[in-house]
Every structure is written in structure tokens, then in C-alpha cells.
């Protein structure tokens, strides 16, 4: 069955460094993939998408993520955090065919610290 | 912008209770879906739902789970008689359509269940 990893439950940054949240789907064959974004007390927010076409993804508030089959991963980056980008962040999948119903399989989860 | 809404915010009932969790879905979705999140846990998927039936549901969604969409609004989510593993965080999300790239599902703020 699919599943979906996420390397590290926590990760803490300083503000202007580098943000680097991995992700590992399993399946052979690549699905549709997601990450999404959850602040303190709100629903999950849908950060950004690969379906097809370029590998190299930009979403919003300034990050993207880089699909790459060889290695299974779609991993998230932003080039400098900021503290406003402190929330939990999952990766999540859903697989590609005609009997999809748009069922998710997330990750477990990155909780994102960023200190001053 | 659209969104989808969730009621109660948080519901506190006691074991063996019927619970009904609600959620408005944004006017002009046709997929629906429910997740739960045990905390600390993975988000996970429960069903989905389109044109009036499930057409999918996991193993965690017994024959305690039933999903409704009573009118053109509302899409609600009943726990037949509870019990304290059924306490989580279960988010309502809806979908415009499901195909191509038009993948993306709108999650609610979710319901807090805690069942005593």
C-alpha cells in the first residue's frame, strides 16, 4: 500500500536560513503529490502540487518543491524563513488512474520552528 | 474566497453517544471527503463522496461511520455510538472536480471530538 514519509517531526531554522522539509512516497508508480500546511487552530492549506509536466513546483508564501523520480521524493524548500512560516507542514499523496476517488495518504508531519 | 466550514469546533460527548459532526462544503464542489487526525497521529483518510454515495472508505470507516449530504449545503459525518478511540480531529474537505490537474481539496478548520 502507499506510504508516505516524512524525515523529521521537528525542524527548527533560524529566521533568513534555509527551509528543507523531505518527503518519500513509496509506490513505483509516481502519484499526484501535495504538500499542505496547517497554522495553529485552522484546516490544512494546500501549499503546492505536482501533477505533471515541470518537476520544479512554486507554490505560495515563497516555496516550492522538486519532484524526483529516481529518488521517490518531493521534497519542500524555502530559500529563507521567516517567523511567520512557523506552522506544521504535511506531505501528502494521492494516486494516479481512473479508479481514484482523490483519496489523500499524508505523512505524518513536520512541526517548523523558526527562532529569531 | 470560498471555504469550507465546520460545526461544532469542538464536541465533547460521552462513550456509546451518537455524535453528528457538520460541515458546509464550498457551493460548487461535487467530491467530498472526511479525515481524522488522533493526535499526534497522521491525518487520515476516512471517505469520499460523490453524487450521493461513497465511492470510497477506509478501513477505519465500520459500520459505526455513515455520511450524509441531507440537502444541497450540508454534508455531515455520524458516529453511531462512540467510543474513546473515536476521539480526534476530524476535518471535512471538498473538491471542485477530481481529473487532470484540477486536484485540490479545501479543508475546514476541522471538529475537535473528545469522547469520555
Known amino acids: 500500500a502507499q506510504s508516505v514519509t516524512q524525515l523529521g517531526s521537528h525542524v527548527s531554522v533560524s529566521e533568513g536560513a534555509l527551509v528543507l522539509l523531505r518527503c518519500n512516497y513509496s509506490s513505483s508508480v509516481p502519484p499526484y503529490l501535495f504538500w499542505y500546511v496547517q497554522y495553529p487552530n485552522q484546516g490544512l492549506q494546500l501549499l503546492l502540487k505536482y501533477t505533471t509536466g515541470a518537476t520544479l513546483v512554486k507554490g505560495i508564501n515563497g516555496f516550492e518543491a522538486e519532484f524526483k523520480k529516481s529518488e521517490t521524493s518531493f521534497h519542500l524548500t524555502k530559500p529563507s524563513a521567516h517567523m511567520s512560516d512557523a506552522a506544521e507542514y504535511f506531505c501528502a499523496v494521492s494516486d494516479r488512474g481512473s479508479s481514484n476517488t482523490g483519496k489523500l495518504i499524508f505523512g505524518q508531519g513536520t512541526t517548523l520552528q523558526v527562532k529569531p | 474566497e470560498p471555504e469550507v466550514t465546520q460545526t461544532p469546533s469542538h464536541q465533547v460527548t460521552q462513550m456509546g453517544q451518537e455524535v453528528i459532526l457538520r460541515c458546509v462544503p464550498i457551493?460548487?464542489?461535487?467530491?467530498f471527503y472526511w479525515y481524522r487526525q488522533i493526535l499526534g497521529q497522521k491525518v487520515e483518510f476516512l471517505v469520499s463522496?460523490?453524487?450521493?454515495?461513497?465511492?470510497?472508505k477506509s478501513e477505519i470507516f465500520d459500520d459505526q461511520f455513515s455520511v450524509e449530504r441531507p440537502d444541497g449545503s450540508n454534508f455531515t459525518l455520524k458516529i453511531r455510538s462512540t467510543k474513546l478511540e473515536d476521539s480526534a480531529m476530524y476535518f471535512c474537505a471538498s473538491s471542485e472536480k477530481w481529473s487532470g490537474i484540477s486536484y485540490e481539496q479545501y479543508f475546514g478548520p476541522g471538529t475537535r471530538l473528545t469522547v469520555t
Open positions: 457551493s460548487n464542489h461535487l467530491y
Open positions: 463522496f460523490y453524487n450521493n454515495e461513497i465511492s470510497e
